[in-house]
């Protein structure tokens, strides 16, 4: 971070707090060293300058009294889309789950039941003298009041898996053809598949500067910056995606496109969602007809 | 069989969020921790029926820990900070340090020190800073203006005595 970044009262700080930078360890390795999960050497040295450090100690023991980040509904379905599932996309249903599947879906088919009576009908009346049947032991699903809209349901993100050898026509590879070499792909998709979505961007976005219009770089960049966050620079280049891509690709590319979209909040994203939807033979169909109609 | 009496379901719903909690507390990324949590229960999934009711929730939280740790084991070499202190482990010594001054400016609440202390020491800039408090950068900032004020008052007040007798320049800040 240089001085620019400072307004003029910082300055002041930073100028006191002077040069050069404290050699703290950084923030991420000071709390892995709290939970204890360091490899020994490394938790050694973060000790070590935690004897030493007074300001570190401190940090920590006030972060440790600021609330924690809440875990969002969006999380839970994220975490659960990665789940072995019989609905792609529906939170924590396991196929083979002891126990498990045979409540999971009575409890969601409630719901679902629940919610076309109150959209369709409408009356609060009419909900107390008939409740839709609700399958034993399900959570309290039936609400109080008949919602006015159905909440829009959050497009899951989840990892594209990485293409195959023989997604791209090898003529066309490497030497700056229209893809890269595999060769060339490779330490991108290390970190990639490594989840180490920051690097991967990096190395993803250093070969779109010779490859410019592949569709591999592209859409895995686009994939990368989304699980970084950078939802505009996500939603650019998953753009440039979705006209490099091949058939085989096309699909991944409106689908990510659609998750930037509807965090943007643009309405792209049903649009997007109703494009797949159409296309029975693509993977991601179910899941936008379902999201789709949710999306204002 | 099925030794722990909850279903799957009640034990996601019940400890997703906590999983998800500690993974994110030890990794400090969100998507990796997302991950790590979907990890730590498709373990409970395929090692259902070998565990007993006592075991949870300690179990999920043992895995947890145990992910977190590969993750760092397998990134331990791309730490930048690792390679720049192989050789020294130090803290500067400031003629006015950081520490020193948040330590005795009692005003100040844990929300000001860690935001100053992230801003000026950790070096993140007000978005990071939103980002890792849960706070918008409005907030933020807010909290930076305020705890600066309160600062630049105690320095005045620790450096006043110093210069009237020719001392320290601080007074100037």
Known sequence: ?296 | MTPVAASFDDLYKTYAGPVYRVCLRAVSRREVAEELTSEVFLALHQSWTKLSPEQLPAWLFTVAKRRAADYWRHHYVEESWVSAQVEEINCPQFEYPLADLLARCTALKPVHRVCITLRFSQGMSRAEIAQQLNLSELQVKGHLQYALQLLRQQMVEKVRPETETGGDTLVEL
Request: negative net charge.
């Open chain 1, 1 to 296: 971070m240089s001085n620019s970044d400072f307004d003029s009262e910082e300055l002041e700080l930073s100028a006191l707090h002077g040069e050069p930078p404290q050699a703290c360890p950084p923030l991420n390795l000071l709390l892995a060293h709290q939970e204890g999960v360091l490899p020994p050497e490394l938790a050694q040295r973060i000790q070590q300058h935690l004897d030493r450090c007074p300001l570190c100690p401190m940090l920590l023991a006030d972060l440790a009294t600021l609330p924690e980040a809440p875990f969002t509904p969006g999380q839970e379905q994220r975490i659960a889309a990665r789940l072995p599932s019989t609905d792609a996309g529906t939170p924590t249903v396991i196929s083979s789950g002891p126990v498990r599947s045979r409540r999971h879906l009575a409890a969601f088919a409630a719901i679902a039941a629940v919610m076309i009576v109150c959209i369709t009908v409408g009356s609060h009346m009419f909900l107390h003298r008939q409740p839709a049947p609700v399958a034993n032991n399900a959570p309290p699903a039936v609400p109080s009041t008949p919602p006015a809209t159905v909440a829009a349901l959050e497009i899951p993100l989840a990892p594209l898996a990485p293409p195959g050898n023989d997604t791209v026509a090898p003529l066309t590879r490497g030497a700056h053809g229209a893809e890269p070499s595999i060769d060339e792909l490779l330490p991108a998709f290390d970190a990639y598949n490594t989840a180490d979505y920051a690097t991967a961007a990096k190395r993803f976005a250093t070969l779109r500067k010779d490859y410019p219009h592949s569709e591999i770089v592209l859409l895995y960049l686009g994939v990368s910056q989304l699980f970084l966050h950078q939802d505009a620079d996500a939603a650019a280049t998953l753009a440039l995606a979705r006209h490099a891509a091949t058939p085989s690709s096309a699909d991944a590319a409106e689908w990510y496109s659609a998750i930037a979209a509807q965090r943007l909040h643009s309405p792209d994203a049903k649009a997007l969602l109703d494009s797949l939807c159409k296309k029975p033979g693509s993977k991601y169909s179910a899941e936008s007809c379902r999201i789709a109609p949710t999306l204002p």
